[in-house]
């Protein structure tokens, strides 16, 4: 079975995260000028830092971005690689639920 390009995937993502409210993010764009290792989607919600690296299923991180991933995670964000939309919804769900109960 073949996977959807990577853009794809952002695509659902970007279409997703416009429809949370009070929900601020960003994609970080590739390229030669821009930092290496910082995952595609920066979030900022409910006071918590998210940040997820899109891939394929079957890609890998870089050791790079693992490593960038790791020293968000020591200092208390969230970050992971994500290969699907739903594993983004499993970060930003029980999120938008605390939200709604304050």
């Known amino acids: 079975m073949a ?4 853009f794809v995937l952002m695509k659902k993502i970007k279409r997703y995260l416009d429809a949370v409210p009070d929900l601020w993010w960003f994609k970080k764009h590739g390229g030669q000028f821009g930092p290496a290792g910082i995952p595609d989607i920066i979030i900022c ?15 890998a ?9 790791r020293k968000i995670q020591a200092a208390g964000g969230h970050a992971s690689a994500a290969y699907t939309l739903e594993e983004i919804q499993a970060v930003i769900e029980p999120l938008r639920k605390l939200q709604s109960d304050c």
């Open 3 to 6: 996977t959807a390009p990577e």
């Open 45 to 59: 919600y409910g006071g918590r830092f998210i940040a997820f690296e899109g891939k394929r299923v079957g890609r």
């Open 61 to 69: 991180p870089t050791p790079l971005q693992e490593s960038t991933m």
